[in-house]
């Protein structure tokens, strides 16, 4: 039995690659973590010969060897026949700090005399090149484990029909443009139902700002054009062999017309093309303030 998908997991201390190989575990890949690089490719060729047909990797700084043989063993991987995904994972350094803070964990590259971002950023120079070798970056500074999760199983469920994953995702501008995002639309020409007082405490998905939206003719112009747009790049993505389309509406705060006009987008990409691809949906800043 041939090894038919091959994910290695790899980024910052901290940014989640501990969940997402469990999450890789839960949906039947054979998991190994913190494997030192030397052995990867005795490890594959064992793989080849064994019944794991998909494979997880967790290869990170916490192994010393990765600071010297990381990048070329990196580069290497892409020669091995395998069907081959590096992740990188990856938060701003606020997020991390708290996060380290919260879980009393010690990072890889403390040592005595030096601190936490010291540490944090030594570690990025290590990673900078290897981090250029990525097929995706995530970026988990807005993510809880359950995002985390729902990221990897909209990517990675078992859809041997479906050859690109649609991920939509609600944001607002204020924290900044998902870092995954392919495609970015700014939605903030519409209408606002934060002006309005009894919608203001509401979000997109709630029937009053369904209502006050639908008013919007420059939305219908909007969501006719959008979809005229992507009904002609999708099989165009397809035909190229993309994986991933990371679709990104974003708005002021991230409530209400990104949330509604992300729903909206979602219905309809079901409708039609639900048979050709995995379509998922993220409203990643709906609980922020």
Known sequence: MSLSKLIVVTGTSGSGKTTALKTFEDLGFFC?????PSLLPKFLELAQNSQAEKIALGIDI??????????PIFQNIFQLGSNVDILFLDAQDEVLIRRFK????KHPLTQKGKGLKESIGEERVYLEEIR???????DTTFFNVHDLKRWIEARYA???????NIHVISFSFKFGIPLEADLVFDVRFLPNPYFVSELKELNGRHNQVKIFMEKSKELKIFMEKLLDLLRFLMPLYKQEGKHYLNIAIGCTGG??????VAEKLIETLKQEFNKEFYISL???DIERE
């Open 158 to 164: 078992q859809n041997a029909l479906r050859h690109i």
């Open 282 to 284: 993220l409203h990643r």
């Open 32 to 36: 190994v973590d913190n494997l030192p």
């Open 62 to 71: 916490r192994e010393r060897e990765f600071t010297s043989q990381g990048e």
């Open 132 to 138: 250029k070798t990525a097929t995706q970056i995530i």
């Open 255 to 260: 409530k209400h017309r990104s949330v509604f």
């Open 102 to 105: 919260e879980t009393r964990r």
